[in-house]
């Protein structure tokens, strides 16, 4: 296995057009597995595909364990890809088609056969090496692709979508085998996904990714708790984080339209420094840190009707219909996570309060977040 | 109240529409089939009757099969040397036009270099060239190369008229094939050649099997080329057969003889179409919904 290093990875599709990659600059150490995820579009492919060599960066370098490959050609670079459609030979059995990538470097028969057989055990599919890709299920086919990938023994791994193809079910159980696989491989992947479960269940380290421009890096832990945006703040976390407009004035928050009583902390920008007195600012707080509270009560921040509650067994979801201007959100719902046994009914007024210490804050022009220090 | 009549009367008038369409289609394709299987069965039926009752009663069945008509018929035809002739010229047209014209499909249709399209639409424009407008320089060109008159002249320019169809055709196929099967294959260290060999050529079968048919009945077919650019008796294909048959017909009225010869000609094609219609279907319309 292999580090990877990208530098300055820029990509333009046309001569002066917008860029799908911006300055993408990332340190992928030796057997980590690292997950780039990301709304459609965000360039998370496109990136992957510039690291198997498939497109070519406009500008920027990659290296391999410190040796720039950028020039190199995408079967030359010892990497593995597992593609979202598995692009799996159908005129080949199994068996020839994880063994595709030794015969042409004209592995010896033999060892050929002895390295695909015990891919193949290791993966399940002994008894399918005869078939052909479409006598196969979705999950055997994605299976297959793996093995193509590992029988080789690549640097690197790369992944693109590979569950995305699966039903909920299966896609629960590859999500599992595929980590175990990798740390049984110890290999270093580079792995995208649209999913921020997957994302955050499966990765060392996420890359959050938006319009061609890296939002963060950190572990999944790390962007959950402590998002560098609000981007990054909504894009993590199901459901998503709720987003209320406040203000910060004479170190005192404001959360539509109303003094937060006892916020014991104050906003610092990053340099450390007081925010200052005056500034408009977007309070998040995920759904499971908001507290239902009667309407009536003082410590409501907002007030909303009861539009739709969503009982999943061990949790109610409580979709709230608050005043468009008091929320960052087109459809002005608000969402709070509960207990079922204490979900309200639908269409009574409630109240929403949450944990001052669980709130994130974030400046509204730039979205990056604000830190917050407790007082006393 | 209203408003639930007026949309029923309009849904209705749209189905009636959609129906009156479909129906129309419906009798003109049924139309052709009846017409063009009643001429072919005509003329299977007239085969095994006599001269003297052929135009008797045109839609009687034969007292008798006269299945001697196809031994005339093989006489007149010549249908021996005709045959290897035009098996000879049609099998290797077909081989070779397809030889060439995979490669070149895959290359123009995958590989992208500058002047792909242009070159593509340069094959495409050679499928409207009419064979009679070239048939003089090309007579005149096989005399200068010493190929007039043989089978190997024949040969080649039933590659040369054949390639612009052959290439449109698996252009469109190769495009219709995913990406990312070459993109697997050149991850696992493949280069082009191996590619196209290894797996977009198998994967390229229906097509290749559809484009060679269609290649090879219209060669089975052709007439002009293969009456102007060769002129001995033992060069003359199975299509200039049926013209010296029909010649000959003229001065023995030898009708049944004539309609044995047709049928002797068309039976391959008929037995080639019913076995692979399937497959021919396939590699025309595979690329269509994608």
Redesign the interface.
């Given at each position: 296995m292999a580090s990877i290093s990208l530098r300055g990875i820029t990509k333009r599709f046309n001569d002066g057009g917008p860029e799908a990659l911006s300055t993408v600059d990332l340190d992928i150490q030796d057997g980590e597995f690292v997950v780039l995820v990301g709304p459609s579009g965000c360039g998370k492919t496109t990136l992957l595909r510039i690291v198997a060599g498939l497109e070519t960066a406009t500008e920027g370098h990659m290296l391999i364990d410190g040796k720039d490959i950028s020039k190199v050609r995408p079967g030359d670079r010892d990497i593995a890809m597992v593609f979202q459609n598995y692009a799996l030979f159908p005129h080949l059995t199994v068996e020839e088609n994880i063994g595709f990538g030794l015969r042409i470097r004209r592995t010896p028969k033999v060892n050929r056969r002895e390295r695909v057989r015990e891919t193949a055990a290791l993966l399940g599919l002994e008894s399918y090496l005869d078939r052909r890709p479409g006598e196969l299920s979705g999950g055997q086919r994605q299976r297959v692709a793996m093995g193509r990938a590992i029988v080789r023994h690549p640097v690197a791994f790369l992944m693109d979508e590979p569950l995305s193809n699966l039903d909920a079910k299966l896609r629960v159980e590859m999500r599992a085998e595929i980590s175990r696989l990798q740390r049984t491989l110890a290999s270093t992947t580079i792995y995208v996904t649209h999913d921020q479960t997957e994302a955050m269940t499966m990765g060392d380290r996420v890359v959050v990714l938006d319009k061609g421009v890296v939002q963060q890096v950190a572990k999944p832990s790390e962007l959950y708790q402590h998002p560098a945006n609000s981007f990054v703040a909504r894009f993590i976390g199901a459901p998503m984080m709720n987003l209320l407009r406040g203000s910060w004035t004479d170190g005192q928050l404001q959360v539509g339209g109303s003094r937060v009583e006892e916020f014991r902390c104050i906003l610092e920008r990053d340099d450390g420094d007081d925010v200052g007195d005056v500034r408009d600012l977007l309070v998040g707080i995920r759904p499971e840190h908001v507290h239902i509270v009667p309407a009536e009560n003082g410590q409501a921040v907002v007030t909303g009707r009861v539009a739709l509650v969503e009982h999943l067994g061990k949790e109610a979801q409580v979709h709230l219909d608050v005043d468009k201007g008091s929320v960052a959100s087109e459809t002005g719902i608000l969402v709070a996570t509960v207990d079922p046994a204490d979900a309200p009914e639908e269409g009574t007024m409630i109240g929403i309060g949450f944990d001052h210490d669980k709130a994130h804050f974030f400046d509204t022009a730039s979205g990056k977040s604000i830190r917050t220090q407790p007082l006393g | 109240m209203d408003l639930t009549n007026d949309r029923t009367s309009i849904n209705f008038a749209l189905r009636l529409r959609r129906l009156l369409i479909r129906a129309s289609g419906s009798i003109f394709v049924w139309s052709w089939v009846i017409f063009s299987f009643a001429i072919l069965g005509w003329i299977i039926v007239a085969a095994f009757k006599r001269n003297d009752t052929v135009f008797a009663d045109l839609w009687a069945l034969p007292d008798s099969a006269e299945v001697g008509n196809f031994g005339d018929a093989w006489g007149l035809l010549n249908l021996t040397r005709t045959s290897i002739n035009s098996l000879l010229t049609v099998g290797g047209g077909t081989l070779l036009t397809m030889a060439l014209a995979a490669p070149a499909a895959y290359a123009l249709s995958r590989v992208g270099f500058r002047g792909a399209s242009g070159l593509t639409g340069f094959f495409a424009l050679g499928i409207g060239i009419p064979v009679h407008s070239i048939i003089i320089p090309l007579f005149l060109g096989l005399s200068e190369a010493g190929l007039s008159n043989s089978l190997l002249g024949l040969t080649i320019t039933y590659v040369g008229v054949s390639i612009p169809f052959a290439v449109f055709l698996m252009t469109g196929f190769f495009r219709s094939l995913?990406t990312?099967?070459e993109?697997?294959?050149?991850?696992?260290?493949?280069?082009p050649v191996?590619i196209f060999f290894s797996?977009m050529l198998?994967?390229a079968r229906p097509g290749m099997v559809a484009t060679s048919i269609i290649v090879a009945v219209g060669l089975w077919n052709e007439f002009l080329l293969a009456l102007t650019l060769t002129f001995d008796e033992d060069k003359r294909t199975i299509g200039v057969g049926l013209l010296n048959t029909f010649g000959a017909m003229r001065y023995t009225s030898n009708w049944v003889g004539l309609f044995a010869a047709v049928v002797i000609m068309l039976a391959p094609l008929i037995v080639l179409y019913t076995w692979m219609s399937r497959r021919i279907i396939e590699g025309l319309t595979v690329g269509a919904t994608k």
């Open positions: - | 995913p990312e099967l993109e697997a294959a050149t991850m696992e260290g493949a280069g191996r797996v198998p994967l």
